[in-house]
C-alpha cells in the first residue's frame, strides 16, 4: 500500500514497466504512421541502398530545414526495430529492415502501413515537415507570460491537464535528488516548480534547505490552490519570468526540470546565462533531462522526446553527454557531473558548478 513514509530518496522497488509502456505506445504509433506519410519505407525500399536523411527529406519534399528531423525520425524507427542504421565518414545511413520491407511498404502484398493510419496523432510529423518547418504556434506559450496568462484563463482546461502530467513526470525523479549530496546549497530554486513535487521532496531530504518553487504568475496562482485543495505541506513562491529582464531570486542552487530541452542551442545558451546571473558563488545548477546516447541510439524515451520537441515553438531537442558539457562549459559553468538512471524515470541528473 502506498504511504507518505515510503523512502522517496530511492527509486520504489517495482518499476512502472506496464505503465510506462502503455503510456508512450501511442507515440510509437505516431512514428510509424508519420513515416508512412512521408512515405520513408518505400523510399528506402525504392532506393535499393542505404540513404541519408537529407537525401530521404529532399525526396519526400521535406523543408530543407528539416533534414535534421528526417534523421531524429529514422533513428526513432531504427531504435523501434524498422530501421537499420549505418555510420561511417560520412555520417548515418539508414535502410529498411527485412520487416519493414515484408510490412511497411505499399506494394508489398503483406502490407499493413493501413493500420497505422488509423493511430490518433497528436502532432504531424510529416505536415510539420512538409510545411516551413516553423514549430506549432499553440506552444509559444512557454515563453510569453501575457499570451501564457490570457490563454490560462481562457482555455483553463489545457493547463489543468498540462501541469498535472508535467507533476506526474516529476515524480519519476525524486529519488535523483539524492543522486548528489546537495547539503551545502542552502537556497534552492525549482525553476518551472509547476505544483511542487521536487520542492516538497526537497524540503523532505534536506530539512532546513530554503525551497523556492519559481514559476509563471498563472502557475503559482494555479499551485497555490492545488496546495489548498489538496492539503499539502507550503512552499514558499516566487511568480517570475525567465524570459524576462526581471530579476530572479538569488539562490545557492538552480534546478531546471524538463524545460530546456524545448528549446534549440540558442535559447538554451540564453536562458543559462539568465541563471547564472542569480547563482552564488560556489553554487550550481541542477538539470533534470534525459540524456541521448550517442549517434541517437537511444534511450527511446529520449528519441519519442526529441521529435516532440522538434515540433514545439522552441525547435528544442534531447542531448548527449557531450552536448551538455559543451552548452554548460560554453556558459559559464563547470564540466558536469551525470548520473543516468536506467530505471524508467523520464529524467537524469544533471550538475555542474558555476564558475
Known sequence: MASRNMDLSKPPKVLPRVIMEVTHAVERTEMIYNAGQLRIFDRLSEAGRPVNASELG??????????????????TLTHLGLLEKIVDETGMKFQNTEEAELYMTTKSPYSLLKLTDAARHNFDIAEFMKGSGVGDTTRTWFSDVEENNKAF?????????????????????????KAFDLSEFKTVVDLGGGVGSVCRALQRFYPGMNVINLDMPCVVDYAKK????????????????????????????????????????????????RIR???????????????????????????????????????????????????LTDNGFDVPQFFIDNGYGCYDAILAKKL
Open 153 to 177: 484563463k481562457e482555455v483553463f482546461f489545457r493547463f489543468n491537464r498540462y501541469y498535472q502530467k508535467q507533476d506526474a513526470y516529476s515524480k519519476t525523479c525524486l529519488h535523483l535528488l
Open 226 to 273: 492545488q496546495e489548498v485543495d489538496q492539503q499539502l505541506d507550503k512552499l514558499n513562491y516566487v511568480a517570475a519570468d525567465v524570459f524576462s529582464d526581471e530579476p530572479l531570486p538569488k539562490a545557492d542552487l538552480y534546478i531546471v526540470g524538463h524545460f530546456i530541452h524545448m528549446f534549440n542551442d540558442d535559447v538554451t545558451a540564453s536562458i543559462l546565462k
Open 58 to 75: 529532399k525526396a519526400a519534399e521535406v523543408s530543407p530545414e528539416c533534414y535534421g528531423h528526417m534523421e531524429r525520425l529514422c533513428c
Open 277 to 327: 546571473q542569480f547563482i552564488r558563488p560556489g553554487g550550481a545548477i541542477l538539470i533534470l533531462e534525459k540524456v541521448m546516447e550517442d549517434e541517437m541510439e537511444g534511450p527511446e524515451l529520449c528519441l519519442l522526446y526529441s521529435m516532440r520537441m522538434a515540433l514545439s515553438s522552441g525547435r528544442g531537442k534531447e542531448r548527449t553527454r557531450h552536448e551538455y558539457h559543451q552548452i
